[in-house]
């Protein structure tokens, strides 16, 4: 695993990230970054962490570290270096291996947030849920902590948060915190007057924030790829997935624009509580079904 901290890293790390005369490297040296602001609106602090106790050896930095050296194995793969996808492989077993062996609390069934933490936070559990890191016997159990802590992160922290949930299944709740009605809500931006998404959920989470930051608007990615399940699996759309999860919506409509021109989705429970889908495809475009839909989607060719 990976740490900020001088004494673990090589030394010359600063020099290989080209940071010879960053003013933060020469004041502070290289920090972790879990969310952002720091503290933990639970106590009353400014800032959205949960609590997060940092660590040398931390959660969710090497979360990240794993889900980076997978999409360098992907990438390279697709480049066809294929000593590098190897190479990437292995690290990303390494990683996540260690992960799971050493910042997993088996009693508790969580992860904490470092190494020699005993304190878990919803950031050390949703960001290994949202990159697929949790073995299957753990997810019930790392989905029940997530889901026990609210919106307890900020406007980018959202974006796995959600991920992580729909990955997992847990669409009703997921759709929950998208449509909930408190001052931590897509909801309480609308209510602060804002036509755009905020850099944090109000004014009393960061004092100075912006009203057009465009990481606080997560339901635009969310909705159409995780919600109404339309994920390209191909370059240029020349196929996607359609595996949406509508909780307990009664009703639904989709128009999501593609290279290859738009794919219509419209979703309708029926008085007696049968669904159905109705999809309009490009022809060009080659479709892959979600197994349990495929008798409940009608897909027409535009």
């Known amino acids: 695993m990976i740490s900020t901290v001088k004494d673990n890293r090589p030394a010359d790390l600063p020099a290989r990230l080209h940071l010879f005369h960053d003013r933060y490297l020469e004041k502070e040296g290289l920090l972790d970054l879990v969310d ?6 639970t106590d009353g602090e400014v800032g959205e962490r949960d609590n997060h106790e940092m660590m040398p050896i931390n959660t969710v930095v090497n979360a990240l570290h794993y ?24 690290q990303a077993t390494r990683v996540g291996d260690a992960i799971n062996q050493k910042l997993f609390d088996t009693t508790r069934g969580v992860y904490v947030d470092g190494q020699g933490s005993t304190h ?6 949703m960001f290994p849920l949202a990159f697929g890191l949790v073995p299957a016997d753990r997810v019930p159990g790392v989905l029940a902590f997530i889901q026990s802590r609210g919106m307890a992160c900020s406007v980018y922290g ?10 997992a299944g847990a669409a009703e709740y997921a759709m929950s915190l998208m449509t909930a009605r408190t001052d931590r809500s897509w909801w309480g931006m609308i209510q602060q007057g804002s036509t755009m998404t905020l850099e ?9 924030l912006d009203w057009n930051h465009a990481w606080g608007s997560v339901p635009a990615n969310i909705i159409p790829r995780k919600l109404m399940g339309i994920e390209p699996i191909a370059p240029g759309f ?6 949406p999860q509508p909780a307990s919506l009664t009703h639904a409509y989709l128009k999501f624009p593609t290279p290859k021109g738009p794919i219509e989705m419209n979703y309708q ?3 007696d509580g049968q669904s159905s889908w109705e999809v309009i495809i490009p022809r060009d475009i080659d479709v892959e079904v979600a197994p349990a ?3 409940k989607i009608h897909i027409r060719r535009r």
């Open 120 to 125: 878990a936070s919803l950031h050390a559990n």
């Open 293 to 295: 839909l495929t008798q």
């Open 36 to 41: 952002w602001p720091p503290g933990s609106f």
């Open 67 to 90: 889900q980076a050296v997978t999409r360098m194995r992907q990438i390279a793969e697709v480049l066809g270096h294929h000593d590098d996808a190897q190479r990437f492989a292995q």
């Open 158 to 167: 959202a974006q796995y948060l959600l991920e992580g949930l729909y990955d």
């Open 269 to 271: 429970v029926s008085s």
């Open 200 to 208: 944090a959920w109000a004014h009393c989470y960061k004092s100075n």
């Open 238 to 243: 020349a196929k996607v997935r359609i595996a």
